[in-house]
Nanobody, 123 residues
Framework: QLQLVESGGGLVQPGGSLRLSCAAS????????VAWFRQAPGKEREGVSC????????TYADSVKGRFTISRDNAKNTVYLQMNSLKPEDTAVYYC????????????????WGQGTQVTVSS
């Protein structure tokens, strides 16, 4: 079965950190760019970050730039999103998705996979 499974979410206070994981099974992520998205209640789906298949290029939404870091470990078939200096407005369900190629071009249009993982930032 081909799956992407998001995990690592939870409840943190403002200024705290979380690391999300996007783990693939049934196929390898080596050939594909991978992106993170999020959606909060009443808000549009937002592209957060993307990493090329090689890991040599990353891009971030302005809202998270400087606070979030995307990375990948192809040996573990997993992509990560390290989230630091979390703000209440980061509260959302976070999803990951793979691209059709190894590049991040047009990643906003990719469909999200899996159930997502809930991130709640609150005191």
């Amino acid at each position: 079965q081909l799956q992407l499974v998001e995990s690592g979410g939870g409840l943190v206070q403002p200024g705290g950190s979380l690391r999300l994981s996007c783990a693939a099974s049934g196929f390898t992520l080596d050939y594909y760019a991978v992106a993170w998205f999020r959606q909060a209640p009443g808000k549009e789906r937002e592209g957060v970050s993307c990493v090329r298949s090689t890991g040599g290029y990353t891009t971030y939404a302005d809202s998270v730039k400087g606070r979030f870091t995307i990375s990948r470990d192809n040996a573990k078939n997993t992509v990560y999103l390290q989230m630091n200096s979390l703000k209440p407005e980061d509260t959302a369900v976070y999803y990951c998705a793979k691209g059709p190629t190894g590049y991040c071009s047009g990643y906003i249009s990719w469909g999200s996979w899996g159930q997502g993982t809930q991130v709640t930032v609150s005191s």
